[in-house]
């Protein structure tokens, strides 16, 4: 088939407009900032985790977190709750079953869009809504009972795993006890040795 200009200017204005739309589209996935989303490393004893915080959706818990990352409050810490099948949660004790002090409370964020998904990153809060502070949570599976709904004030997530979502998978997978008041706490310590944020 012979290519007139009209042809091949109407091919180039399709292809435009396809583009534009794939933009737009990643724009209403991730709030338009996917590219310039701050990563933040959790070195741990079975590997690396990083995490691509969305610090447009929730600007408040993404500023709290890095707080705690910058303070080097996470080095150290062990993932003390895991659940197979539900969620690995740490960012709170050391391994000798210890609770570290945290920094004030923060405003729940769990109505900015974003959902419980597969390696998305949440945080962990008492039965007060208004209560997280620096223990989190990294969704083994889709949880969509743990988003805000009607009659629930859900948990709010903050990001998502972009690199070491089998080594989540692994922690995920690993034996439990019960280490005094707490359970599901792992036999074998899976410790957060150090927690930084990525160089762009």
Known sequence: MKLNKRTVLSFFLIAMFL???????GDMLWGGNKKMDT?????????NIEI?????EAPVTT??????VEDDYFDGTVFHRVIPGFMIQGGGFTP???QKTTGNPIVLESDNGLKNKRGTIAMARTSD???ATSQFF????DNAFLDKSP??????????VVEGLDVVDAIGGVKTTTKGLYEDWPEEDVIILDAYVKES
Do not use: C, H, R, W
């Open 138 to 141: 990294i969704n083994l599976v």
């Open 63 to 68: 500023e709290n977190f890095l707080s705690y």
């Open 52 to 56: 691509a915080l969305a610090t447009k």
């Open 96 to 98: 000798d079953g210890t």
């Open 39 to 47: 990563i933040v490393v959790l070195v741990t004893s079975m590997g």
């Open 19 to 25: 583009g534009s739309t794939l933009i737009s589209l």
């Open 129 to 131: 809504p208004d209560s």
């Open 151 to 160: 009659g629930s004030d859900g948990y709010a997530v903050f990001g998502e």
